[in-house]
Structures are given as structure tokens and as C-alpha cells.
Antibody
Framework: QVQLQQSRPGLVKPSQTLSLTCAIS??????????WNWVRQSPSRGLEWLGR?????????DYAPSVKSRISIDPDTSKNQFSLELNSVTPEDTAVYYC?????????????WGQGTLVSVSS | SYELTQPPSVTVSPGQTASITCSGD??????SCWYQQKPGQSPVLVIY???KRPSGIPERFSGSNSGNTATLTISGTQAMDEADYYC?????????FGPGTKVTVL
């Protein structure tokens, strides 16, 4: 059974960097069939995919156009986890952030979700 | 950018059938999936690859996808099915979610 454990919630000041980690058990961040994603949810934006990292002989990343200029998602193979960094945050980045496994090799299949982390951006 | 649309709400009587639609340009050419989310909980995958049910999802949940519309059908709806439902598709290099449909069992 795959489990995703997210880091604690936090308060981030505007213009600073939001940082979250997601620890994986029951699978490997280096899996050749899964991708590892960050999704956020807010009342104004609904569910919004932010990006992913995955390994297929080498590491790849894809990012949503809306955040591409200020996001980084990185694997940590030594700890079997992956992280999210979102720079230059504004109050519009206030949301519940989820880490998610996509277990479908050729089609979307977000089959395991973390518990969610509420991040508030406020001075 | 690619967009998916869903009705904001659907109301169904217990034991009846609820149908939730998701519309997008040539959605039938893409693999769609559906998620159920109850208040305070993370979303749960209920349909993937248009019509496949993950293990543990009741048979009353079914899906279809053709043309510009994907449909999630809940047959014999139960009170426990009251939740928000989101469709999802992959477009080029981006995952896209629909805005969600609130299903009320009344």
C-alpha cells in the first residue's frame, strides 16, 4: 500500500518561498512507471495541477504554465521523497497542497494522494 | 489552454441514477478519469482510463467517454455518495481538472 506523508502546514509571507516535502512509502520515487505530482486546491481556483517529476532512465520535470517561471519539483532518492518549491508567493497561492502519485504509465491515474497541507500566504 | 466544464450541481434521490458530465474539445480522444472528494478529505480516484474502476470502488460507479463528453454514472446512488466529483484529462503536457460537480442525495 502506497502512502504519501506531507510536511507540516505553514504560514508563508508574500514574496517568500513556499517549501513542502512528500515522503513516499510502498513505492520508489525512482519508479519507472509512476510520476510524482503536486496539486493544489483553493475555492477560487479549484483543483490545479502544478507539476511533476519522474524517472525514465533519467529525471524529467513538467510544470503547469501558470507557475512554470517560479516552481521547482525535485526528487530526493536518499530519503525516497520529493519536494515542491514555489517562489515569489502571493496571497493567491494560499491553498491546500497535495502530493500525488500518478500510477498510470500511459494515462492519468492519480491513485494515491497525500493528506493535504494548508499553506497560507499572509504578512 | 485546455478547459473542462462540469455542471455545478446534481441532485439525485436515494436509489436513483446520477449522471455527471464533463465536456472538453475532443475529450473522447483523451483518457479521462474521475475523482470523488468528501469534505475535509483528499480526492479519491473512482474511474480511470474512461471506464476502469480501481480496486475497492463499488460497481455502481461507471464511466464513459466519447466525442466531447465524458460521463460518470452512479447507479443506485447511496447517501455515502454525496460528495464533489471532478473530472481530469491530460492535454499535451498538462493535467487539467474540471471545476467539480456537487452531488446531493436528497
Amino acid at each position: 500500500q502506497v502512502q504519501l506523508q506531507q510536511s507540516r502546514p505553514g504560514l508563508v509571507k508574500p514574496s517568500q518561498t513556499l517549501s513542502l516535502t512528500c515522503a513516499i512509502s510502498g513505492d520508489s520515487v525512482s519508479s519507472n512507471s509512476a510520476t510524482w505530482n503536486w496539486v493544489r486546491q483553493s475555492p477560487s481556483r479549484g483543483l490545479e495541477w502544478l507539476g511533476r517529476t519522474y524517472f525514465r532512465s533519467k529525471w524529467y520535470n513538467d510544470y503547469a504554465p501558470s507557475v512554470k517561471s517560479r516552481i521547482s519539483i525535485d526528487p530526493d532518492t536518499s530519503k525516497n521523497q520529493f519536494s515542491l518549491e514555489l517562489n515569489s508567493v502571493t496571497p493567491e497561492d494560499t491553498a491546500v497542497y497535495y502530493c500525488v502519485r500518478d500510477g498510470g504509465y500511459s494515462w492519468p491515474q492519480f491513485d494515491y494522494w497525500g493528506q493535504g497541507t494548508l499553506v497560507s500566504v499572509s504578512s | 489552454s485546455y478547459e473542462l466544464t462540469q455542471p455545478p450541481s446534481v441532485t439525485v434521490s436515494p436509489g436513483q441514477t446520477a449522471s455527471i458530465t464533463c465536456s472538453g474539445d475532443k475529450l473522447g480522444d483523451k483518457n479521462s478519469c474521475w475523482y470523488q472528494q468528501k469534505p475535509g478529505q483528499s480526492p479519491v480516484l473512482v474511474i480511470y482510463r474512461d471506464d476502469k474502476r480501481p480496486s475497492g470502488i463499488p460497481e455502481r460507479f461507471s464511466g464513459s467517454n466519447s466525442g466531447n463528453t465524458a460521463t460518470l454514472t452512479i447507479s443506485g446512488t447511496q447517501a455515502m455518495d454525496e460528495a464533489d466529483y471532478y473530472c481530469q484529462a491530460w492535454d499535451d503536457t498538462t493535467y487539467v481538472f474540471g471545476p467539480g460537480t456537487k452531488v446531493t442525495v436528497l
